[in-house]
């Protein structure tokens, strides 16, 4: 390869690495009290199928190893999520929430803007959970695009897929399978739709968030958590 390809490809490298490490670079600011990690979730959560480029996206194939990473790194005290999604991939995001609500590494999430739809699951798998008063988070059933076959084994698939999602979503909050499944059935409030919207103060009185909070008690909070480990 002539040297100067082979300088073009090394900078290519490094600008793609240089790109990578600034979407989930570390908050490491002189005279913190703890080294924490800063991962966002926005826009939707691309799955297994690639999405327009004009979509924003938060691609779940790059925050399965960022998470691999965090857990490893002895240095990262502990883990801040903050989320504004639409939703996106069921499986996806239910993956990624799996994946945050097992780590040891200390963890808080922050609501801002809109939960919605599979950030909902995404909210409640960290340790603790904040919102803030204007964001909102949408409940609603399993949905699928494309091609969709209108036989017994297409039903089937829908409640198994929803009751793992209620039941996560039950398991990492303080609202009940039952409370959750009417929310998600609700009939009336969206247009067109089945479902509920929650506002930052429903949420936390339905038990599905912890707290009603912005950045600075979201950072307190896992400060405290890291200090009490």
Known sequence: MPENEYSETVDEI?????E???????????????????????????????????NKTTK???????LVAIEQDTSIEGLIIIINTVGGDVEAGLALAELISSMKTPTVSIVVGGGHSIGVPLAVSARRSFIVRSATM????????????????????????????V??????????????????LKTGELVMDVGSVL???????????????????????????????
Request: proline content about 6%; charged content about 25%; some cysteine.
């Open 138 to 165: 949408t409940i609603h059933p399993v949905r699928l695009t494309g091609l969709v076959l209108g036989v017994p084994q297409t039903l089937s698939y829908f409640e198994k897929m929803q009751e793992r999602i």
């Open 199 to 229: 506002t930052g103060e429903d949420a936390v009185r339905e038990g599905l968030i912890d707290s009603i909070g912005g950045l600075s008690e979201a950072i307190e909070c896992l400060y405290k958590m890291i200090e009490g480990r």
């Open 20 to 54: 990578e490490s600034e979407k989930y670079r570390d908050v490491a600011i002189p005279g913190a009290r703890h080294l924490i990690h800063c991962l966002s979730v926005i826009g939707q959560i691309e799955g297994h199928y690639i999405l327009p480029p004009q």
């Open 14 to 18: 490094t600008e793609e690495q240089s």
């Open 60 to 66: 779940y194939e790059h925050i399965m190893p960022a």
């Open 167 to 184: 039941r996560f979503v039950s398991d990492n909050s303080g609202i009940s399978p039952e409370r959750f499944k009417e929310l998600m």
